[in-house]
Structure formats: C-alpha cells, structure tokens
C-alpha cells in the first residue's frame, strides 16, 4: 500500500509499505476518503527531523476488502466510516465496533463520520431546545457544523460569530439568522457589566480553539445560560474567566473521551446525513491527492476566504 507520513516539519513523503491485516475484530478498508484535521495540524508544524515519521488521518471512510473473523457482519465492498487512524493512506484498518454504514447515496467525502459525531456529541449535552437564543462563536468547519446541527432544534436566534466576512456569509446560507465580527458585537449582547438573568444568549458554543474567541463566548452567554467549548484548545493556555462563575454559567466540555457515546452520536449524525438535514457538501471546499498532504495542511493553516475543510482522496 501506499501511505503518507511527516518526516520533518512541514515536510511530507508518501512511502510504500505492507498492507496491513486487521485482526480478529477489524475490517481492512481501502481508504476512499479522509478528512484533514485541525488537530493534526500540530505535527506537521513542528515535527523533529530526527524523530520518526508521523502517520496521520483518522476521519476515515473506506470499502471493506478484507474482515478479520469477528467481524463477519462487514462484508466485502461496505461502504463504512467511523474512528480510526493512518488514514492518509491507500488502505487502513478500522475497529469493527466502531465503523457504521455509509448512507446510500452518500459520497464519500461527504460522509466523514467521526467530525460530525463529535460536534452532535457536544451539542446533545448541552440540551438546546427550540426557542433558545443561541450562538456560535468561530465558523470554521466544526462551528459551521455546529450552525446545521443547531438549526434542527428550532433555536428563537441562532447567531454567528467569526471576523471573517466569508465564514460570517457561508453561516447565513446555512440557517445562522444573523452574524457579527466579534469585534462589533451589539451591546445587547455583551454582559461583562450586567449579571441579572435577562434575554441575552442562552446557549453558546464556542468552536474557535483559540483563547479569543473562548473569551468571546463567555461574554456572550447570559447569567444562567450554558456555555459548551467545543474548540481543540490544546495548547493548555486557555485561562477560566470567572464572570462565568458570577453568572452561574453552565460550563459544558465538548470533548467526549467514551467510544460508545461517540458512536452513537455518529449514528445519529449519519441519519440527518441520510435524511439530507445536514451535509458536508457546503463544508468540503478542497480536495488533495495523498502526494498532497503538505498542500492540504498549508490550506489548512493559510485559510484562504474559499477554504472551509480539505479531504484526501487516496
């Protein structure tokens, strides 16, 4: 098979090596799809020269083409998406118990299952229901997400904020009835000075990863309200603002570490995947051979105004 791994900073190569054989409860999948994540963008900024190669991708869809004796209830030529890992490659292995089916009639590339899991996950336990002024703050890929997802419920205000008028634009189109720079927020909407319970935003999901927009979110939330944090912040310098304790603000983590809650999310997400009441198509903007890794990340990083998620199509 062929498979593509960071060698150095900013520096991919794609190799040839042995196919993989799944085990007893894994199906060996030939990779049709792969999205690239923000949070693999960390690797391949800075990996070492001398360290070994990094292999990356896991929002992996791919056709079954071999099963391991446990997970007969694959059969060859499946069409499946779920969690897994080196999926910028021409072949990978996936855990039986964590693929579901692609729906029919369903691209490949449009159905990237582990994306859209985690954001239905996160949003679920913040229990938005209809009637409830909402935000999302950062319309990258996951808060445009987050925008389709949240309009299901029926929200009095779904609004967006981003500084980037083409991500503000793609959030109207996608059901946000207004949108802000945040640098030109409303001073209804602002409540660093007022802590008393009144109409501002009930629910605010923050998918920006970057301290900025957290602090963004947080003034956004009412006194009582939930805020979910939706965004990869890895970087470990995201700093608590206590006004949210003064405002009794809810504090959802968006991050979920449990397989099993996952899945079922997914399972939901693929079902209004299959019902066409949210799709990829206005979120996969690029699309990268796997001799292209390195141009898919630096689409990535640049965030051109045309650029919203990129896919590798092995």
């Given at each position: 098979m062929k498979i593509s791994q960071i060698v150095t900073a900013r520096t991919s190569e794609v190799v040839t090596a042995d196919d993989p054989v799944p085990r007893h409860d894994q199906v060996l999948v030939e990779v049709l799809?792969?999205?690239?994540?923000?949070?693999?963008?960390?690797p391949w900024l800075s990996h070492a020269t001398t360290a070994p190669p990094v292999r990356l991708g896991h929002e992996i869809v791919g056709r079954v083409v071999a099963a391991g004796r446990d997970a007969g209830r694959w059969a060859l030529g499946d069409v499946v998406t779920g969690l897994g890992g080196d999926g910028f490659a021409t072949l990978a292995v996936m855990d039986a118990h964590a693929i579901l089916p692609v729906p029919a009639g369903i691209e490949p590339a449009h159905a990237l299952g582990e994306p859209v899991a985690v954001v239905e996950e996160a949003l679920s336990r913040t229990k938005t229901g209809a009637g409830d002024r909402v935000a999302v703050v950062g319309l990258g890929f996951?808060?445009?997400?987050?925008?389709?997802?949240?309009?299901?419920?029926?929200?009095?205000?779904?609004?967006?904020?981003?500084?980037?008028?083409?991500?503000?634009?793609?959030?109207?189109?996608?059901?946000?009835?207004?949108?802000?720079?945040?640098?030109?927020?409303?001073?209804?909407?602002?409540?660093?000075?007022?802590?008393?319970?009144?109409?501002r935003l009930d629910i605010v999901l923050e998918a920006t990863g970057a301290t900025g927009g957290l602090k963004t979110a947080g003034i956004l939330v009412r006194p009582f309200g939930t805020l979910c944090v939706v965004g990869y912040h890895h970087t470990g310098d995201a700093k608590m603002d206590m006004d949210l304790w003064y405002k009794a603000v809810t504090v959802v983590n968006g991050f979920c570490p449990d397989r099993t809650r996952v899945m079922s999310a997914m399972r939901d997400a693929l079902d209004l995947v299959a019902q066409r009441r949210f799709s990829y198509?206005?979120?996969?903007?690029?699309?990268?051979?796997?001799?292209?890794?390195?141009?898919?990340?630096?689409?990535?990083?640049?965030s051109p105004a045309d650029f919203v998620k990129g896919v590798l199509v092995p």
């Open positions: 799809a792969c999205g690239v994540c923000t949070s693999d963008i960390g996951m808060g445009l997400a987050l925008v389709q997802l949240a309009k299901r419920h029926a929200p009095g205000l779904l609004v967006g904020v981003d500084p980037d008028p083409a991500r503000r634009e793609r959030a109207l189109l996608l059901g946000a009835d207004l949108v802000f720079d945040p640098a030109e927020l409303p001073q209804e909407y602002r409540t660093e000075t007022n802590r008393q319970a009144d109409a198509e206005p979120l996969i903007t690029h699309r990268f051979g796997l001799d292209q890794v390195d141009d898919a990340f630096r689409a990535m990083k640049e």
